[in-house]
């Protein structure tokens, strides 16, 4: 099974930066993923780790570290359509994707 | 075409009723899943598809039943359902349910977000 662990809530500034970080035991592993959802919308891709390092896509980056079983989503330059929950999940070594409880953050004016 | 499309989008039933949810992709994809997602919580896997046959059942009680017609289609059905599976059910879709070079990234519909009374 996945244990998969990320703080409830982080509140910032727009235009600043917010790092949010997730830690997770796993069976085997196959990837890290970052998803953002919006309240009552699916969730979408944001980023994929699978090597140890830092993936970086616009404003959003993403870092892994296997040997730890971390990983954290920075966010920069923050904008209000920022506020979501963004969801850790780890692909397990059967291939299963699992999620963690969510990171709800808001981004005050 | 980019998309999974859910229908309906909202559903009200009894604990009584027969009703079916509805998921449709076109981006050819060979695998298909379902999610519950209660509020606050994150997604749960409910089953998967691939290449049209059942390959996970993460025992799910048999009330819900899925079917995957086609490699575009996926549906569940629902039976004699509880108040407490009033949730909000994702579908999903990515290219394969195993290993692949790539990220095999899941895309997500919108949600059918059911209330059972």
């Known amino acids: 099974g996945q244990n998969i662990d990320q703080p409830t809530e982080m509140t910032a500034t727009e235009g600043a930066i917010v790092q949010i970080n997730c830690t997770y035991q796993t069976s085997g592993f196959n990837g890290l993923f970052w998803y953002q959802q919006h309240a009552g919308e699916a969730p979408t891709f944001l980023s994929y780790?699978?090597?140890?390092g830092l993936e970086e896509k616009g404003r959003f980056s993403s870092f892994l570290s296997r040997s730890k079983g971390y990983s954290y989503l920075l966010l920069k330059e923050l904008q209000m359509k920022d506020s979501a929950s963004y969801l850790c999940a780890v692909r397990d070594k059967d291939y299963k994707l699992s999620f963690g409880a969510g990171t709800t953050v808001t981004v005050r004016a | 075409d980019t998309e999974v499309t859910q229908t309906p989008k909202h559903l009200v039933m009894g604990m009584t009723n027969k009703k079916s949810l509805k998921c449709e992709q076109h981006m050819g994809h060979r695998a298909m899943y379902w999610y519950k997602q209660k509020a606050k919580k994150p997604p749960e896997l409910m089953f998967v598809?691939?290449?049209?046959?059942?390959?996970i059942n993460e025992s799910v009680p048999s009330r819900f039943s899925p079917e995957c017609p086609n490699s575009s289609l996926l549906n569940l059905h629902l039976h004699a359902l509880q108040p407490e599976d009033s949730a909000l059910y994702l579908c999903?879709?990515?290219?394969?349910?195993?290993?692949?070079?790539?990220?095999?990234?899941?895309?997500f519909g919108a949600g059918s977000r059911l209330t059972v009374l």
């Open positions: 999903a879709s990515s290219q394969t349910s195993g290993a692949i070079s790539g990220a095999n990234v899941l895309t």
């Open positions: 780790n699978v090597l140890d």
């Open positions: 598809y691939s290449y049209e046959k059942l390959s």
